[in-house]
Structures are given as structure tokens and as C-alpha cells.
């Protein structure tokens, strides 16, 4: 949250909730950003995005909406939005903030001159700290291209591998499309073929999530992300052979958050009261039929 | 829009995985855990004005987005519950 206060960025979080619940759960969980209390889902339907999957007549979890995120800027203009069809993650932080800095999602840029190696160079990285549960952070394949070369882009022509990231398998990791670069149109000289390709340095990003068996506490804090990134590169006289990266990153997994308990003497006790509260919320749904 | 939903899993030694591979306790398709699949409503568009929002905050205070926001970005939040 100090990332977003830094950065000059209002945080806001609306849901069906009632009020005394939503002040609950930021008493406990010691939250600072703005939660919205929209127990009638007015603003929710407004929107046009109440969850129509669950039946009105069904559940006390009728009225929430298909959850999701939206990016405005000073003027108030809609410039990113985020929505997962799953409940098991959500875009991380780090995601965000970086949309927006106004970086794009992923970057290829021209070296200078003097800053340029022979040969494929290939880093990998988390950005991020650690692997929470349902927070989506990515891996970050960068490469660097000598100049004057190119590596190909996904899909390759035939024949040729393209720049790619491979995760070993592992159940404990959920992994999205890879986020690739815009590519570049090259053609060989004296011929009339062309070909999609990256120069210079590039990112590759790799969206991954851990998933429920995973939970942070006891031996179960931290998890190897292993894998190769691929690559071949050309100039226009020359391919070199397929070039490869092992990698094994051990990165560390947060345990769940407890919230705060304040102590006896206190006026009241800092818990979420979510069984009071979900009793609430099945009466109100029953009053509402 | 009819919103297709997640049904399809398999049972694993923790509890249900489904056609992502995250696993939980319930099966997909049963109550909380109905993930939409395909295209499903997600409001207003890239581009367009925020809708303003004017219902009240955690404290009971009454709120309008765009005042309380004045001429600084934001991010706005839909989420599911804070109680379950």
C-alpha cells in the first residue's frame, strides 16, 4: 500500500458487504486504502457486472459481482481494466504499479552502442518478493541480442526455435500466456521472405500463481521455479545454433495473514466477526426475497 | 449474455483441481467456487469515463468517487466479500 501512497495512487475497494463488516475486516487486517460498502449491490449492478451465475433465490452470496479491477487516471478516464474469470487469482501488485509508471506489460528496447555483448545473454527474475496465494506475480525472462543479430519471434518459421520460456512441470504452479514484446518485421536481404523478430534487449513476462496446496506455513515456505528459456539467433549471413538458459529460482511463499487480536484491556477485540457477519448476510438475504 | 461456467475438474489428493490447475476445497461449480468461463460482463470499457460512485464507506461517511478522488489516479476495486 506505501507502494501505491508513493506513487500518488487512491485506493479503493468496493463489495457487498455491510459497513460494520468492512470495518472489521480493516480493523483486523490493519488496512488503510478505502473500502465502499454497497450492501444493496446498487453500484454493483450500475456497473453491469453482478454475478448472474448464482441464483437469486440460492445463496446469501447473490449480489456479488464478477470481481475486478479498473485503473483511472487524473481525469478520471477508465485506461486499464483487470478481470479473472478465476477465484483463484487475482493481478498483483506489482502489475499495477508498473501500469501505472506507464511501463508496458512487455519492453524491448535498442542498446546503446557500447553496451552490447557478443552473444545471447539471458537473465530471469521474479518481480516480486514472494509467491502469495491467489496474487498473480510474473517471471521475467530478459534477453540481450548482440547487434546486429535477432532472435525469433513466437511463432517461429520452420525450423528455427523461438525466444520462449519453459517451466519445468509443477503442480504447485499455475502459469497464463506469456507476455511477449511487440515483434519486428525482418527481411534477408536479396530474398523476399520475412520473418517476425526481437532485437536489442527484451522481456518476456510469464504470469504465475501458486495454487491451494501451497500455504506458506511450515515446510511448506518456499517453492523452486525451474525451467529453460530458449532462444536461436540469426544475423543475416549466419544462425547459430539453439541457445538455452537453465534456471532454478527458489522464492520464498507468504503465509496467510493473521489478523490482529488487540489486547483484553481494549475497548473491543480486532477480529474480522465474519460468522456474525455472514449471519447477517444470510437474514438480509432471506428479508430480501 | 448466458456466462458459461466451470464444471470440469478432477480430485486430487488436495481437494479439486480445476481446468487451471488450482486447487481447492470445493468442487468447481458449487456454490462460491463458479468461475465464469468465456466472456462474461466486465462494465464499462477502456477509454470511457469512469461511472461515478456515490454509496458509503466502511465508516458510514457518504462518498462520491470523484470528489473524494480530485484530480489524482486510482484504482478501483470490485471484489467478492470481506465476510467469506
Known sequence: MQAFDDAGIRVYALSYDEQAALADFADAYNISYTFLSDSTSKVIRQFGILNTIIAEDDHPWFGIPY?????????????????????????????????????????????????????????????????????????????????????????????????????????????????????????????AETFQVHHGQLALRLPVTINGMVTGAGNNNEIVIAGTVRWQSCDDEVCDLPGEYRFEIKVPVEAPVIPQIRVPDAERTIEPRAGEHFQHMVNRHKESL | MKVEV?????????????QDGFVGPFRPGNGPRNDPRGDFPTGPEVGEKMPNVQCRDSRGQTFDLHADRGNTPALFMFFRSAVW
Open chain 1, 67 to 191: 470481481p475486478g479491477t479498473y485503473l483511472l487516471d487524473a481525469e478520471g478516464t477508465i485506461t486499464h481494466k483487470f478481470f479473472e474469470n478465476n477465484l483463484a487469482v487475482r493481478v498483483g501488485p506489482e502489475q499495477l504499479l508498473r501500469v501505472f509508471r506507464g511501463e508496458t506489460f512487455a519492453t524491448q528496447k535498442h542498446l546503446p552502442l557500447d553496451n552490447v555483448p557478443t552473444e545471447v545473454t539471458a537473465t530471469v527474475f521474479l518481480d516480486g518478493e514472494a509467491m502469495a496465494l491467489s496474487v498473480q506475480r510474473e517471471l521475467v525472462a530478459q534477453l540481450t541480442v548482440p547487434l546486429g543479430s535477432h532472435v525469433y519471434a513466437s511463432p517461429a518459421p520452420e525450423g528455427i526455435v523461438a525466444v520462449d520460456i519453459e517451466i519445468d512441470a509443477n503442480p504447485l504452479l499455475v502459469l497464463r500466456d506469456i507476455v511477449r514484446p511487440p515483434s519486428e518485421t525482418h527481411s534477408l536481404s536479396g530474398t
Open chain 2, 6 to 18: 466451470e464444471t470440469t475438474a478432477r480430485k486430487t489428493e488436495n481437494g479439486w483441481a480445476d
